[in-house]
Nanobody
Framework: QEHLEEPGGGLVQAGGPMRLSCGAS????????MGWFRQAPGKEREFVAS????????LYADSVKGRFTVSRDNAKNTVFLQMNSLQPEDTAVYYC????????????????WGQGTQVTVSS
């Protein structure tokens, strides 16, 4: 079983960057496709980005394409989300997740979830 933790998050001004990381406690992070989701107040949890087991394939929501980059370091059991040109509408709780079935943009495909980290973008 994987335990995921997302340190980081916080407050950033519009237009600024922020990098999130997600650490997996297990020794088999490379077995999972990894994803990032976010949930704003009063809204459904939505897909942000995902990355395949090897890191060779990625997928992004249209709203973040060209601004966000997902990557992973399997040797360190860590996944990253580099967020650039942040906007107030990016404000949300961000979650990382692990999918045994591989990379997916569907939250129901994910087996393990982190506790989430708040990202607030001020205008």
């Amino acid at each position: 079983q994987e335990h995921l933790e997302e340190p980081g998050g916080g407050l950033v001004q519009a237009g600024g960057p922020m990098r999130l990381s997600c650490g997996a406690s297990g020794r088999t992070c490379s077995r999972y496709g990894m994803g990032w989701f976010r949930q704003a107040p009063g809204k459904e949890r939505e897909f942000v980005a995902s990355i395949s087991r090897t890191g060779g394939s990625t997928l992004y929501a249209d709203s973040v394409k060209g601004r966000f980059t997902v990557s992973r370091d399997n040797a360190k059991n860590t996944v990253f989300l580099q967020m650039n040109s942040l906007q107030p509408e990016d404000t949300a709780v961000y979650y990382c997740a692990a999918a045994a079935g591989g990379r997916s943009n569907l939250k129901f495909d994910y087996d393990y979830w982190g506790q989430g980290t708040q990202v607030t973008v001020s205008s």
